[in-house]
């Protein structure tokens, strides 16, 4: 069987798709995928010997939107990436799409015929009875005060998906000759939306409304060693605080510098990760090493905690290695697993995206109390790291339920 796999945002779209890629190959299927062209996520796919088709511009390139208008030109930009997924998809028998790769890829399913399936890595966005929208999840669509039903929440977030990306996505597809779509949060989860967190950290409860499939994280192993300055840095001493924002580009200038004294402050050695937003040490104490891209699978399970922007990925990588947290949320699902660590007890979630030397060192008191290392601990035992399988197998039996028997 052949299947297309399809991804368009940072790190942590890119890397899990590539974790259901690996198993999907290692069950006899042949896999491409198409992702964002930036080197970083080229080399990934390389070292993991999967086809990279490139997919629009650079990540690194694109900004935020800020306004509706913004958002509704990025759509039409996303639904234009048509012309590259349909031509991927000859020959395909079926579709998996995750971050923003859904704007074209369920158009092109559509069109060819073949089985599509949508997955999200966070239950935040999928509409349930059971907790409220996001307040903002469109840039210029705020849900009004007051109203306090979730149904009627979901109901108001619904009609904003369709008043930002409605036009944009039906204009596409008249151009390819599809019908418009009435309801475009369901066109783009589907009705049966795969959700791809581990049940732990992310649960989700069953509704009426919505068929979820929790297939557990995407987790992709990696076996790569750490690199010899890292390894002679955390056996120099008693563990460090390892600080970095991943892909996040837009921290706050003097995030490093407050980090490090919050840090410092507590008697404790500092990591940084330069990730996206270029964090360095803000001296030449030999307290403090700065890493670019490494191995957190490994890196996380040597530190005292890990403080980051609570990216999907990054918290599930520091649950598993059993790693307190400290999460300062910067945009998106971001506040969700913020609350969700902090619920768990794993970890502290930091009110707001510009800490201060004041509350990153209350936030890190928490982490890093006894109590808290030893939940953390815990919950590292519970974490699935089956979810790429489970996805895999689905994927592939449903295929050959559905494939008409060849004929003799």
Known sequence: MRVLLTT?????????????????????????????PDEEFAKLLAGAGV???????????MTRPSTAADAAR??????????????????SDALVATGLAHFASRSVAEKLGIPYRYATFCSYLLPTPHHAPPAQVLPGQKLPPGVSDNRALWKLNAESFDTVHGPAINAHRASVGLPPVDDVRAFIFTGHPWLAADPVLDPWRETEELGVVHTGAWILPDERPLPAELVAFLE????AVYVGFGSMRGVRAGTARVAVEAIRALGRRVLIGRGWAGLAPIDDRGDCLAVGEVN??????????????GGAG????????????????????QVHWAARVAAL??????????????????????????????????LAATIRTDGA????????????????????
């Open 389 to 408: 399988e489970v996805a895999a197998k689905l994927l592939l039996d449903t295929l050959s339920r559905e494939r008409p028997p060849v004929s003799a």
């Open 8 to 36: 368009y945002g940072s790190r942590g779209d890119v890397e899990p798709m590539l974790g259901l890629a690996v198993r999907l190959r290692e069950l006899g299927a042949e896999v491409r995928m198409c992702a964002p």
């Open 314 to 333: 990054t918290t599930t990588t520091a649950a598993l290695a059993g790693a307190p947290q400290v999460v300062v949320p910067q945009a998106g699902d």
């Open 236 to 239: 120099s001493g008693p563990p």
């Open 74 to 91: 990025r759509v039409s930009q996303l639904a234009g990436l048509y012309d590259t997924v349909i031509a991927a998809a000859e020959g």
């Open 51 to 61: 086809p990279l088709i490139p997919l629009g511009p650079a990540m690194g390139t």
């Open 296 to 309: 957190q699978q490994a890196l996380f399970r040597r530190v005292a905690a890990v403080v980051h922007h």
């Open 345 to 378: 007890g794993v970890g502290a979630a930091h009110d707001g995206s510009e800490p201060t030397v004041s509350s990153l060192t209350a936030a890190l008191e928490t982490a890093l109390a006894p109590a808290t290392a030893a939940r953390a601990g815990a």
